[in-house]
C-alpha cells in the first residue's frame, strides 16, 4: 500500500458525460500527478500539481482538468467522454515539485460505453 | 519531442535465470531516469538514477545509468516467478521550474516455474 488513495476505483459512464476523480496523496507530499495508461499509449503523463499550482503539463486534452485543493487532495475531471478515454487513471504524489521518487495510488478503472 | 524506449517489449524465461531489460532514451535536459514495477495494479519505485556508471543494487535486481550512451539496463538475477510483471522505465526532463516524465512502453517479464 503506497498510501495514496484514488475513488472510485470502477466507473461506468456513458459518451458525452462528465466524471470526477479523487486523489488523496500520501501524508506529507506536496505533489501530486495523474497519468492516463490504455493498451495501446502505455503510461501518458497528464498534468502535474505541487501544492496547490499546476506545474506541469503532460499530454492532457482540453477535455480535461484538474485541480488541487489546500488540502492537498486533487481531482481530475473528464468531460465530453468518448469512447476513446476508456482507461486507466492513476494518481501518483511525491515530496517535491520534483516528479523522483512517485508513489501511485491503485488507479481509477474508467469505462465509457 | 522525448522518446523512451524499452527492449524487449516481452520476455519469457525460467525460474533461476537472469535477465537484462534495456532501456534508451532520447531528451532534453535529462534529470533522471527512474525503473518501476508494475504487477497487476499500480507502479512501484524501483529505483532512481541520475549519475553515470553507479550501479543501484536491491537485492536480485541492480540498475545502472550510461549518459554517454544514453540508455539504462535493469538486471535481475535468479529470477522467481514472483519477478513477473511489467517494467516501465521513465525519464524526468525540466525546462525552467516545469518538469516532464516520459514513461517508456514497458517490458513484460514472464517467468516460468
Known amino acids: 500500500d503506497s498510501g495514496v488513495t484514488q475513488t472510485p476505483k470502477h466507473l461506468i459512464t456513458a459518451t458525452g458525460q462528465r466524471v470526477t476523480l479523487r486523489c488523496s496523496p500520501r501524508s506529507g507530499d506536496l505533489s501530486v500527478y495523474w497519468y492516463q495508461q490504455s493498451l495501446d499509449q502505455g503510461l501518458q503523463f497528464l498534468i502535474q500539481?505541487?501544492?496547490?499550482?499546476?506545474?506541469a503539463k503532460g499530454n492532457i486534452l482540453e477535455r480535461f482538468s484538474a485541480q488541487q485543493f489546500p488540502d492537498l487532495h486533487s481531482e481530475l475531471n473528464l468531460s465530453s467522454l468518448e469512447l476513446g478515454d476508456s482507461a486507466l487513471y492513476f494518481c501518483?504524489?511525491?515530496?517535491?515539485?520534483?516528479?523522483?521518487?512517485?508513489?501511485f495510488g491503485p488507479g481509477t478503472r474508467l469505462t465509457v460505453t | 519531442e522525448d522518446k523512451v524506449v524499452q527492449s524487449p517489449l516481452s520476455l519469457v524465461v525460467h525460474e533461476g535465470d537472469t535477465v537484462t531489460l534495456n532501456c534508451s532514451y532520447e531528451v532534453t535536459n535529462f534529470r533522471s531516469l527512474l525503473w518501476y514495477k508494475q504487477e497487476k495494479k499500480a507502479p512501484t519505485f524501483l529505483f532512481m538514477l541520475?549519475?553515470?556508471?553507479i550501479e543501484k543494487k536491491s537485492g536480485r535486481l541492480s540498475s545502472i545509468l550510461d549518459k554517454k550512451e544514453l540508455f539504462s539496463i535493469l538486471n535481475i538475477t535468479a529470477t522467481q516467478t514472483g519477478d513477473s510483471a511489467v517494467y516501465l522505465c521513465?525519464?524526468?526532463?525540466?525546462?525552467?521550474?516545469?518538469?516532464?516524465?516520459?514513461f517508456g512502453k514497458g517490458t513484460l517479464l514472464t517467468v516460468n516455474p
Open positions: 541520475t549519475s553515470s556508471g
Open positions: 500539481y505541487y501544492n496547490g499550482e499546476e506545474r
Open positions: 501518483a504524489s511525491s515530496v517535491e515539485g520534483r516528479g523522483r521518487e512517485q508513489y
Open positions: 521513465a525519464v524526468e526532463a525540466s525546462g525552467g521550474s516545469n518538469y516532464k516524465l516520459t
